[in-house]
C-alpha cells in the first residue's frame, strides 16, 4: 500500500518557467490537499478537492492551479514560477472522519526556483 | 495570521524523562486539534488528535491536553525515546474542516 505518492522530490525552476507537482494516492480518499512549507513556517494549505471534479482555494492559492479528473491524481500546477514559491510541498489525503485519523501525507516535493 | 502558534523551535530532554510540546491558537472556532511528527525528507504523519469536547486523550505514550480557556494545547511524551526526535507539529481545525491551521513546529530532541 504506497499511501500518497508525490514526484519529483526535488526539482529546480527558473524564473518563469512552468511545471506540474504529481500526486497520486491508492486509498480511495475522497479529500485531497496541497500544502507549502516554508522555512520556519507552518504547513499552509494551497487548494484542496473533496472529490473529482471539485476543487477550491486554500489560504495560498495565488500563482497556483489544481485539477481533478480522478479519485487518485490531484496534479498541483505552477505557471509563472517566482523565487517566492521556493518551498517544500506536500500533498495530503484523508477519509471522512478525518478527525480522528489525520491526514496522510506524501513525503513532500523540494523545490527552488532561481 | 499566525492562528496556531508554537512557540519553542526547540527542546531537547533526556531518554526516559516527559516530553512536553506546547501550542497556543487564537481562533476560538476550532473544534478539532491534532498533532503531527515529522521526519527528514518524509511527509507529517498523524500522531493523535482532540476534539474540543474533551480536555485530555491519551494514546499509549502519548496524552495532549486541552485547555480551551487559555486557548493551549500540549502533547506529553512519557517515557521520551530516542526514536521520538523529530518534528512535532500542532494543527487545529474548525468550521469548514477542509482548511485546517498548522504551527511552525518544535525540533524534539530526546537524548540516549
Known amino acids: 500500500n504506497a499511501g500518497v505518492t508525490q514526484t519529483p522530490k526535488f526539482r529546480i525552476l527558473k524564473i518563469g518557467q512552468s511545471m506540474t507537482l504529481q500526486c497520486t494516492q491508492d486509498?480511495?480518499?475522497?479529500?485531497m490537499y496541497w500544502y507549502r512549507q516554508d522555512p520556519g513556517m507552518g504547513l499552509k494549505l494551497i487548494y484542496y478537492?473533496?472529490?473529482?471534479?471539485?476543487?477550491d482555494k486554500g489560504e495560498v492559492p495565488n500563482g497556483y492551479n489544481v485539477s481533478r479528473s480522478t479519485t487518485e491524481d490531484f496534479p498541483l500546477r505552477l505557471e509563472l514560477a517566482a523565487p517566492s514559491q521556493t518551498s517544500v510541498y506536500f500533498c495530503a489525503s484523508s477519509m471522512q472522519g478525518w478527525a480522528n485519523y489525520g491526514y496522510t501525507f506524501g513525503s513532500g516535493t523540494r523545490l527552488t526556483v532561481v | 495570521d499566525q492562528q496556531v502558534k508554537q512557540n519553542s523551535p526547540s527542546l531537547s530532554v533526556q531518554e526516559g524523562r516527559i516530553s512536553i510540546l506546547n501550542c497556543d491558537y487564537t481562533?476560538?472556532?476550532?473544534?478539532?486539534f491534532l498533532w503531527y511528527k515529522k521526519y527528514p525528507a518524509e511527509g507529517p504523519t498523524f500522531l493523535i488528535s482532540?476534539?474540543?469536547?474533551?480536555d485530555k486523550n491519551e494514546d499509549g505514550r502519548f496524552t495532549v491536553f486541552l485547555n480551551k480557556s487559555a486557548k493551549h494545547l500540549s502533547l506529553h511524551i512519557v517515557p521520551s525515546q530516542p526514536g521520538d526526535s523529530a518534528v512535532y507539529f500542532c494543527a487545529a481545525s474548525g468550521g469548514n474542516n477542509n482548511d485546517m491551521r498548522f504551527g511552525a513546529g518544535t525540533r524534539l530532541t530526546v537524548k540516549p
Open positions: 486509498m480511495n480518499h475522497n479529500y
Open positions: 481562533n476560538s472556532m476550532f473544534d478539532y
Open positions: 478537492s473533496v472529490g473529482a471534479g471539485i476543487t
Open positions: 482532540i476534539s474540543s469536547i474533551k
